[in-house]
């Protein structure tokens, strides 16, 4: 259940609230500004006209169509409020155009024809197959494949530039309609005329815009690229229900910088084949369109089409130098209309190169704008990344100091550097009218009392928290859940806020149980360290808390609290509990290179609950029974993350995956006579999760994880309980097929792979692929044993293990070196955010009450 609320509350927080709006914002009426589209459809091989094909808005009434005269000419006026329009003619492929109101008197529609159709019914043979044996196009991209290396900036032993980057985000395509109603009566400064537009009826409201001008220097050998910020400025929202750190991670996440030399481009959080990569002639075809002898050196215009529509691929133009180094002169992406990609109604990336004074081109400016939206038509969400590269200089030798470090620094400037006129001096690119006034309007926003109250709904919507003063209240998902131990068990609890102070944090909660007839409670205090937020990066902390709840034993939820009311639907028998009295204190430091420490102290008294029992047989067989457990421990853990980003919520950090690993080591240990405490013992883990990218095959995460404990005479609430799974929902981190305290084990490997296929298979079945699902498969595997001092079978010095009502045992360690096993096959995507699994284990299938399969379900929210 840990990955379903962890995706419900903070995983997809941003992208959620985005898209709720969007959603509300659809409901708007289109407006009827006319658009005149007019041009010629090519074949695309010959360059000859294709007569009588058909134009057709896409989402339009019938009638908005038209057809190409015998020379491939076509005129056709339609509604403004439309963004794409059809182009399609027996044997070729159908294209799908976006709809530019500032370019749309001028088009040339290239058609590719379809493979193994026929031209005319009958009457001519059949067209000739695409192929990549003696294709003069292929040819030519094979030959920028042979030359990239020498051609990309990185093949200069020393290189630097200046850097000026903008992302700025609004709010699309609304109307007039829109814009005058009554909700929106207080907020008219916020709108603005789309300058894209000729007509005065359509308008954006610009909701975000970072800038950042950068110092970057490159090294080839030792391998090295450094970023020293000379200044940076975005938009800033109330940090008491945004993460402004974490939101500009996400969006430049979203908008990642374009190496058109790299094989995989990453957009959006997935990774597309670019055209000039070593295996592009298998997944594209190309198609030399023209020649431009207007540049100096002659320019061969190259188009290239993904051979299936709905593969991570690019659609567009290149621009080749013919000089014999084939360089890339400029470059014009976009994605098909049939792409397995959600939410993405539009992509358009160019890139321009400029030559050096060596004659070799380098990247001079990108562009990548993005049209987010819930369908074809009406309110969108537009992005735009530009980037501008100046003053480059390559071979000049800076010394060693120069690269040292993190690869990114902010460097310490004086104010002037925040000034506006500090910017309008040094930006290379002036802002746009719509984007001028973003960083007053946002802050104009956040004293608005309305717009407060929307972000408290927001807030408590997303997050599960009310604002309240200086305090909140949450989570609400917490307030109600129940288990057989506890019966109906009710929740309140909360904690302060910034407004109350910048140092001290307290949290609380109460709760209590109609069938135990109980009271747990939870009650910590933490004082940062640093004069942050204790939530906020790089975090220096000291906590201290107690908390008086239940567990369920061997149970480690890192993203979702055990009393959240969807973890109460389970399977199976689930009546074995613990009450825990838990006093800790606990320190954590991290740094700005993402290696972070932690160091605690635990006192813990933990009684049997429910069915569970603590009980010892004796040498004369007589049964003892505990009626609690006491330990104390000293605890020391270690973290690193290199290039981590993430977004900070309201309870937890959302991790924004990338390729890099995360290393975790961590010891606890416990020691017997130090404040009641009964054992020693001392337990470490070590454990590593790293993403693989796998270009068009998707990508795979991959988790290993190593146990030891080491200590005699340690009773099995002290051992590796490994983590079970009884609810309905997949998590991610848990055998779903496995039972509570099914396995116990003193050592032990384990190791999860989630792979995700991105729908390679499924996008070349014909109408499954209008579906838009992706295959997802995943093996998770743990192997380990017991030492003889600590196995109940062999020394009657530690707890026995539980058995069921009829006497059995349903607690185990690993039989004959045999680890367990389990592994699923699934669908992703399913109405965009549903994952299913049919999970299937795999062996120890005669323990009691061991499911052989199950199919099991979670939220998972991707592009």
Request: aromatic share 14%; charged share 25%; net charge positive.
């Amino acid at each position: 259940m840990k990955t379903v609320m962890k995706e419900i509350f903070t995983k997809r927080i941003i992208n959620r609230l985005l898209f709720m709006m969007v959603l509300f914002m659809s409901t708007t009426s289109l407006f009827g500004q006319q658009i005149l589209l007019k041009g010629r459809v090519l074949d695309i091989e010959t360059r000859k006209p294709v007569g009588f094909a058909t134009i057709a808005v896409i989402g339009a009434p019938a009638g908005n169509s038209t057809s190409t005269n015998e020379n491939g000419e076509f005129s056709l006026k339609i509604n403004g409020s439309f963004t794409k329009f059809r182009v399609t003619y027996l044997g070729y492929e159908s294209q799908d155009i976006m709809i530019n109101p500032t370019n749309s008197e001028n088009l040339t529609i290239n058609l590719v024809p379809e493979e193994n159709m026929l031209d005319e019914v009958v009457v001519k043979a059949k067209k000739s197959k695409y192929k990549n044996k003696d294709n003069p196009a292929v040819e030519l991209i094979r030959k920028v494949i042979a030359n990239k290396e020498k051609n990309r900036l990185e093949a200069q032993e020393y290189a630097e530039y200046q850097q000026y980057e903008k992302l700025s985000m609004a709010l699309s395509n609304l109307s007039e309609k829109f814009k005058n109603r009554k909700v929106f009566k207080q907020y008219q400064f916020l709108f603005e005329k789309d300058d894209s537009i000729k007509t005065e009826n359509r308008y954006v409201l610009p909701a975000y815009i970072e800038e950042k001008l950068s110092q970057v220097y490159q090294r080839k050998s030792p391998k090295k690229t450094k970023q020293y910020i000379l200044a940076e400025q975005k938009a800033q929202f109330d940090p008491k229900f945004v993460d402004n750190d974490g939101l500009s991670n996400y969006f430049n996440r979203l908008y990642e910088d374009i190496d058109i030399y790299e094989n995989n481009i990453s957009l959006v959080t997935n990774q597309f084949l670019s055209p000039i990569a070593g295996s592009s002639p298998t997944f594209y075809k190309f198609f030399i369109t023209d020649t431009i002898k207007t540049e100096t050196p002659y320019l061969v215009e190259l188009s290239f089409f993904p051979r299936n529509k709905a593969d991570m691929l690019f659609k567009g133009k290149l621009y080749i130098t013919l000089d014999g180094n084939y360089a890339v002169r400029k470059a014009e992406l976009s994605v098909a209309d049939g792409i397995n990609l959600n939410f993405v109604r539009d992509m358009a990336v160019e890139l321009d190169f400029t030559k050096d004074q060596n004659n070799r081109f380098y990247l001079t400016s990108s562009s990548l704008a993005m049209d987010f939206s819930l369908s074809d038509k009406g309110v969108g969400i537009k992005g735009q990344r530009t980037v501008s590269y100046e003053n480059f200089k390559t071979g000049v030798v800076q010394p060693d100091s120069v690269y040292g470090g993190p690869d990114v620094v902010v460097v310490k400037s004086n104010t002037s550097a925040n000034t506006e006129d500090y910017w309008e001096a040094h930006r290379p690119i002036p802002l746009k009218t719509n984007e001028s006034s973003i960083y007053h309007n946002i802050d104009s926003l956040q004293l608005m009392p309305s717009f407060k109250r929307f972000m408290d709904i927001a807030a408590l919507l997303l997050s599960g928290y009310k604002q309240a003063g200086p305090v909140e209240i949450g989570p609400v998902n917490t307030f109600y859940s129940f288990n057989p131990v506890e019966g109906l068990r009710l929740r309140i609890g909360g904690r302060t806020t910034e407004s109350l102070s910048k140092r001290f944090f307290a949290e609380s909660y109460a709760a209590y149980g109609f069938k135990d007839e109980k009271w747990k409670y939870f009650l910590s205090g933490t004082y940062s360290l640093n004069n942050k937020s204790v939530y906020t990066f790089p975090m220096h902390y000291i906590r201290a808390s107690f908390q008086r709840d239940t567990k369920i034993p061997g149970q480690n939820l890192e993203f979702v609290q055990e009393d959240n009311f969807l973890l109460s639907f389970k399977r199976g028998e689930n009546e074995r509990y613990l009450y825990n009295d838990i006093y800790r204190l606990e320190y954590k430091r991290e740094f700005e290179n993402n290696l972070s420490y932690t160091a605690g102290f635990t006192k813990w008294k933990q009684q049997p609950a429910g069915i569970l029992t603590y009980q010892m047989i004796g040498d004369n067989g007589e049964s003892k029974i505990f009626n609690a457990l006491n330990t104390t421990e000293v605890s020391v853990g270690l973290r690193w993350a290199p290039h981590e980003q993430y977004y900070q919520g309201k309870l937890y950090r959302t991790p924004i995956f990338n390729k890099y690993p995360i290393f975790t080591l961590n010891y606890t240990g416990g020691f017997k006579g130090m404040l009641d405490g009964e054992y020693n013992y001392h337990n470490f883990t070590a454990g590593v999760f790293k993403r693989f990218y796998l270009s068009q095959l998707g990508y795979a995460d991959v988790n290993m994880e190593g146990t030891y404990i080491a200590g005699n005479e340690i009773p099995f609430p002290l051992l590796t309980i490994h983590r079970a799974n009884q609810t309905y929902a997949y998590q991610l981190n848990s055998f779903n097929l496995m039972n509570f305290m099914e396995f116990v084990s003193d050592h032990s490997a384990s190791a999860n792979i989630q792979y995700y296929m991105n729908g390679f298979i499924l996008n070349k079945i014909p109408l499954i692929k209008k579906l838009k699902w992706r295959e997802v498969f995943s093996f998770k595997a743990v192997y380990g044993g017991l030492r003889d001092e600590n196995n109940p079978a062999f020394t009657n010095k530690v707890f026995t293990f539980q058995k069921n009502e009829e006497g059995v045992p349903i607690s185990y360690t690993f039989a004959d070196g045999r680890p367990y096993m389990e592994a699923s096959v699934g669908l992703s995507n399913i109405f965009k955010i549903l994952r299913v699994d049919a999970v299937k284990r795999l062996n120890y299938l005669d323990q009691p009450d061991a499911p052989t399969w199950g199919v099991r379900a979670r939220i998972k929210f991707d592009f």
